[in-house]
């Protein structure tokens, strides 16, 4: 079992920048991919960016590409989003997620644990 515990969500001006920290405990080991997704109320739940442990290899949504970086620091088995240029269209909340799989980084559907939301605001 994993348990994943998100911090660093809040509000913040358009135009500003936060950094979501993850951190993982339990049988990481079996961890191949870890991802944030977000859902901004009355929509459904999307990829944001996802990081392959062992590689490093990363993914994200056109949505963020430029603006938001993820990265992970496996001797702390945690993994950060940092945001920036954020504006009002990224509100939402923000959850990390963990894969067993080596497919699929980009699929809510491949990911075996989730962390409870942090919440992230944007002001106009």
């Known amino acids: 079992q994993v348990q994943l515990v998100e911090s660093g969500g809040g509000l913040v001006q358009a135009g500003g920048s936060l950094r979501l920290s993850c951190a993982a405990s339990g049988r990481t080991s079996s961890l191949y991919f870890m991802g944030w997704f977000r859902q901004a109320p009355g929509k459904e739940r999307e990829f944001v960016a996802a990081?392959?442990?062992?590689?490093?290899?990363?993914t994200d949504a056109d949505s963020v590409k430029g603006r938001f970086t993820i990265s992970t620091d496996n001797a702390k088995n945690t993994v950060y989003l940092q945001m920036n240029s954020l504006n009002p269209e990224d509100t939402a909340v923000y959850y990390c997620?963990?894969?067993?799989?080596?497919?699929?980084?980009?699929?809510?559907?491949?990911?075996?644990?989730w962390g409870q939301g942090t919440q992230v605001t944007v002001s106009s």
């Open positions: 997620a963990a894969s067993r799989l080596r497919v699929g980084p980009a699929s809510a559907v491949s990911y075996d644990y």
């Open positions: 990081i392959a442990r062992g590689s490093g290899w990363t």
